[in-house]
């Protein structure tokens, strides 16, 4: 008999999260496991596209997280799942309330950002601490992305050390190679073209990216930068003005959210992670994939495991402007960009072994 695995997420946008939730029910062997998507909105979502149609997906028509808990509930009673996932903090605190006093099924929570850089970065309230340390507490089993990750987990949340499992983000290779196959080049070729994605907001440094790309034009003006992600918070318009500021309209230039990005990380002669923060950047191990060279910050310890120093990318120290632009003017010096330097994960036998 097949075992029901319900998947919960706020919206299907097309964030790390999304992504990863996606890859992991796509991955799912069909044979073994009658998958569920529980949506809190399927109004809003750009990646709605992207799921399987044999999935059963229930919306739950709600703008908050929070107002989700009661309708939760119920669906969960209903679908009387053997599993459930969550990918985000406030699904988890949802999932955790909407179980009190019901037969649990094994949960299974995954942390989406370095535990140590949200406690540096981002100031919870003492309640959403609260709730989301019980939460954890409370899974049969939780993800961390990276062996760094899972020690932070227990540092910070207080977590079981032998309920933390490591699972590598999966990438969805085939819709990689789908979504390049017989694509025409979309920049100039006789320019140097640049490629940086991820929404727009401060931990993706793109401040840094710009300020760096400065200096970069001013000692070879072939450069040309092509930022690709959604603004959710109206951020383009100050990184406009920093653009403006530094004369460089025209050459760095702000795509939008595409529903196709790997056209554009196939055809660009660089990729940039400017991160000031991350979980594990599924564009890094993306950009890996189509070997591509690669410019990262030392966002998260594990980067190291993913780009060996001078042979398929440079890491630079976070916030450095002029180690940035270093690396981006010295990328031809990169002679390995073609090993192989990370193992996927096996997602069956991961959900196998669980349960």
Known sequence: MRKKILFFLPLMNS??????????????????????????????????????KDIVIYSLDV????????????IIKQIEPDIIYSSLNR???????????????????????????????IKHSFLFSLFLNKSLKSADVVIAQTPEM????????????????????????????KSIKNQKNPFDKRYINVVASGRLSKEKGFDILIRAFKI???????????????????????????????????????????????????????FVLSSRREGLPNVVLENIYLKKPIVATKCIPFMSELIKDGKNGFLVEVENIEQLAD?????????????EVFKQSDVNSFFKELI
């Open 15 to 52: 964030g790390g999260a999304e992504r990863v939730t996606i890859n992991i029910i796509k991955e799912l062997d069909k044979r073994y496991y009658r998958i569920y998507l529980i949506l809190g909105s399927d109004k809003i979502g750009n990646s709605l596209h992207l799921i399987p």
């Open 63 to 74: 703008d908050r997280t929070i107002y989700s808990i009661f309708k939760l509930r119920r």
């Open 91 to 121: 699904t988890h605190i949802a999932i955790n309330l909407a179980l009190i006093g019901l037969n649990r099924p094994k949960s299974i929570m995954r942390i989406p950002s370095s535990p140590k850089l949200v406690n540096r970065y």
């Open 150 to 177: 899972r020690d932070e987990a227990v540092e910070y949340y207080h977590i079981d050390r032998d309920k933390i499992k490591v699972l590598l983000n999966p990438l969805d290779r085939n819709l990689i190679d």
């Open 216 to 270: 970069v034009y001013i000692k070879n003006s072939n450069f040309r930068l092509h930022i690709i992600g959604i603004d959710y918070n109206n951020e383009i318009y100050e990184y406009r003005k920093l653009i403006e500021k530094l004369g460089l309209l025209g050459i760095v230039n702000f795509l939008g959210f595409k529903t196709n990005p790997y056209i554009y990380y196939n055809y660009s002669d660089l």
């Open 327 to 339: 690396a981006i003017l010295r990328y031809k010096e990169l002679k390995d960009i073609g090993i």
